[in-house]
């Protein structure tokens, strides 16, 4: 019989898990795609039951094999958010699960809060403005627009809290969750914020709050039966798979900083106080007495997508091209802004934009200045994090696109910061295995997982050029903003 620990994250577009030893080697590894429904322009929502438990149950079946193969000392589940799931007293989910910020529908919610508490008492307390993130506006809007489904509300869950009460029927929240539930979380006490989380939650009871990495409870015999999960097995609180994915990678300590390269880019800097800026989101850190200034760009692996299918070239051959076109693009520079920009800009409506587009150019120069963009992005959420007061001293590159070396070199050359890359990139599901090593004792607190299989290291020369190339993008925005938001408003007619 293996000895193993059990790590499942709930992703937008699939769920993964992994099984490890206490040392951190792989045994398994499963992934089960899954569909995102958009029934309406602004909704984004997943059916909590048919998917994000049924997800749970068919990897951990996957991975654990025949029964008794493999002894679990420990499971843990991270998931997609912040995101918001009503249910009944029972647990039973009264609608689909509202997604994080890519669903934006509370948008008169957000204004209307903001108004009513005050946007620089809603920063300081909760660290962050009100943006699409925010699970406050939600309630709301689901006070005003449906009814019924709020009066029979009776518990809110995310997907790590919702598996985490489908495995062991205890009701708790991490506190890393919580903070990113504004305006609803004091990031200074360190607890539901008092008045304003018990009027947005109306008839539902908070949840009690823990930290990610401690036992929150035990496998229970239904749950087993339907997961292949040996009862009585200790289960400790996941977390936002962001942060879980930091965990995995041994983004930990203050001056430590995660870049993940996916669909869209995410920074995460762990911070040994709140930094509250308005043009990021600070948050509850993964462990005790340590918090978190992360931004998050709406468009990166997905311009880079974009090229590719417009070119009809694929990736490997696009990407040695562009390795080819010296830094600038030849003259050419692009706005990453194809699905409007989160941080540090906040401008839903801003649109990517190609500049100094002559006849002589061709693919390779413009694929090689859609990567460069998604750099001059990353630095622009950098800076920023820089100067609010974080120390950036150590980055660590994950995410599927760390695995190109051309991308993560254009972006240590325009950040002019060097990359460590991990040995193992598995992502949130890893993270999830150490900490319920941590929370049962399998892992010493000690123990790092994340081992640095290579650096990448900035070219003086090359980030010299990108610097003053990178003044040019920040006025690009600038000057054509009022441009770019009448195309917007246009577009929008035309759905």
Same mark, same amino acid.
């Given at each position: 019989?293996?000895?193993?620990?059990?790590?499942?994250?709930? $992703?937008? /577009?699939s +769920?993964? !898990?992994?099984?490890?030893?206490? *040392?951190? =080697?792989?045994?398994?590894?499963?992934?089960?795609?899954?569909?995102?429904?958009?029934?309406?322009?602004?909704?984004?929502?997943?059916?909590?039951?048919?998917?994000?438990?049924?997800?749970?149950?068919?990897?951990s079946?996957?991975?654990?094999?025949?029964?008794?193969?493999?002894?679990?000392?420990?499971?843990?589940?991270?998931?997609? %958010?912040?995101?918001?799931?009503?249910?009944? @007293?029972?647990?039973?989910?009264?609608?689909?699960?509202?997604?994080?910020?890519v669903?934006?529908?509370?948008?008169?919610?957000?204004? @209307?809060?903001?108004?009513?508490? !005050?946007?620089?008492?809603?920063?300081?307390?909760?660290?962050?403005?009100?943006? /699409?993130?925010?699970?406050?506006?939600?309630?709301?809007?689901?006070e005003?627009?449906?009814?019924?489904?709020?009066?029979?509300?009776?518990?809110?869950?995310?997907? /790590?809290?919702?598996?985490?009460?489908?495995?062991?029927?205890?009701?708790?929240?991490?506190?890393?969750?919580?903070?990113?539930?504004? &305006?609803?979380?004091?990031?200074?006490? #360190?607890?539901?914020?008092? %008045?304003?989380?018990?009027?947005l939650?109306?008839?539902?009871?908070?949840?009690?709050?823990t930290?990610?990495?401690?036992?929150? *409870?035990?496998?229970?015999?239904?749950?087993?039966?339907?997961?292949?999960?040996?009862? #009585?097995?200790?289960?400790?609180?996941g977390?936002?798979?962001a942060?879980?994915?930091?965990?995995?990678?041994?983004?930990?300590?203050?001056?430590?900083?995660?870049?993940?390269?996916?669909? +869209?880019?995410?920074f995460i800097?762990?911070?040994?106080?709140?930094?509250?800026?308005?043009?990021?989101?600070?948050?509850?850190?993964?462990?005790?007495?340590?918090?978190?200034?992360?931004?998050g760009?709406?468009?990166?692996? /997905?311009?880079?997508?974009?090229?590719?299918?417009? +070119?009809g070239?694929?990736?490997?051959?696009?990407?040695?091209?562009?390795?080819?076109?010296?830094?600038?693009?030849?003259g050419l520079?692009?706005?990453?802004?194809f699905?409007?920009?989160?941080?540090?800009?906040?401008?839903?409506?801003?649109?990517?934009?190609?500049?100094?587009?002559?006849?002589?150019? $061709?693919?390779?120069?413009?694929?090689?200045?859609?990567?460069?963009?998604?750099?001059?992005?990353?630095?622009?959420?950098?800076?920023?994090?820089?100067?609010?007061?974080?120390?950036?001293?150590?980055?660590?590159?994950? %995410?599927? $696109?760390?695995?190109?070396?051309?991308w993560?070199?254009?972006?240590?050359?325009?950040? $002019?910061?060097?990359? @460590?890359? &991990?040995?193992?990139?598995? !992502?949130?599901?890893? *993270?999830?295995?150490?900490?319920? !090593?941590?929370a049962? *004792?399998?892992t010493?607190?000690?123990?790092?997982?994340?081992?640095?299989?290579?650096?990448?290291?900035?070219?003086p020369?090359?980030?010299?050029?990108?610097?003053?190339?990178?003044?040019l993008?920040?006025?690009?925005?600038?000057?054509?903003?009022?441009?770019?938001?009448?195309?917007?408003?246009? =577009?929008?007619?035309q759905?």
């Amino acid at each position: 019989m293996v000895a193993a620990l059990l790590g499942i994250d709930i $992703g937008t /577009s699939s +769920t993964k !898990g992994v099984l490890c030893d206490p *040392g951190g =080697q792989v045994l398994a590894t499963a992934v089960r795609p899954h569909v995102t429904s958009m029934p309406r322009p602004g909704w984004v929502e997943h059916d909590a039951s048919t998917m994000w438990w049924a997800d749970v149950c068919a990897v951990s079946r996957e991975l654990l094999g025949r029964p008794g193969a493999v002894q679990v000392l420990g499971a843990c589940i991270s998931g997609i %958010g912040p995101c918001l799931l009503v249910t009944d @007293e029972a647990g039973t989910p009264l609608r689909p699960a509202i997604l994080y910020g890519v669903d934006t529908r509370a948008g008169a919610e957000i204004l @209307e809060l903001t108004s009513r508490y !005050g946007a620089d008492a809603i920063l300081a307390r909760g660290g962050s403005p009100l943006t /699409s993130q925010a699970i406050g506006p939600k309630l709301l809007w689901l006070e005003r627009h449906e009814p019924a489904v709020w009066a029979a509300s009776r518990r809110m869950f995310m997907a /790590s809290s919702y598996a985490l009460w489908r495995l062991t029927g205890e009701y708790v929240l991490d506190h890393h969750s919580a903070s990113q539930c504004d &305006p609803m979380y004091d990031l200074t006490a #360190g607890q539901w914020a008092s %008045g304003w989380a018990s009027s947005l939650a109306g008839p539902i009871a908070l949840p009690p709050l823990t930290w990610p990495g401690s036992v929150a *409870g035990y496998v229970t015999a239904q749950a087993s039966a339907a997961t292949g999960i040996p009862a #009585g097995t200790p289960v400790a609180a996941g977390t936002i798979d962001a942060w879980s994915e930091a965990v995995s990678a041994g983004v930990r300590n203050p001056g430590e900083f995660m870049i993940m390269y996916g669909t +869209t880019m995410f920074f995460i800097a762990t911070a040994g106080r709140p930094l509250a800026d308005r043009r990021l989101w600070c948050t509850a850190g993964a462990f005790p007495g340590t918090w978190s200034l992360a931004g998050g760009m709406a468009s990166s692996g /997905s311009v880079v997508a974009w090229g590719s299918e417009l +070119t009809g070239v694929g990736y490997p051959e696009l990407l040695a091209e562009a390795a080819a076109v010296p830094p600038g693009a030849d003259g050419l520079l692009v706005l990453p802004y194809f699905a409007g920009e989160r941080t540090p800009i906040f401008d839903a409506q801003a649109r990517g934009t190609i500049f100094g587009l002559t006849l002589r150019h $061709g693919r390779a120069q413009l694929f090689r200045a859609l990567l460069e963009a998604t750099a001059y992005g990353a630095r622009h959420n950098l800076e920023t994090m820089a100067d609010a007061g974080a120390r950036l001293d150590r980055a660590v590159a994950v %995410g599927g $696109g760390a695995a190109s070396k051309v991308w993560l070199q254009i972006v240590s050359d325009v950040t $002019g910061r060097a990359q @460590e890359v &991990p040995a193992v990139t598995i !992502g949130a599901a890893y *993270g999830d295995a150490y900490l319920a !090593g941590l929370a049962t *004792g399998a892992t010493g607190a000690g123990t790092g997982w994340a081992r640095t299989e290579d650096v990448i290291a900035p070219d003086p020369a090359a980030t010299a050029r990108y610097t003053e190339l990178f003044g040019l993008y920040l006025s690009a925005y600038t000057d054509t903003a009022a441009t770019s938001h009448a195309l917007a408003a246009s =577009q929008e007619h035309q759905r």
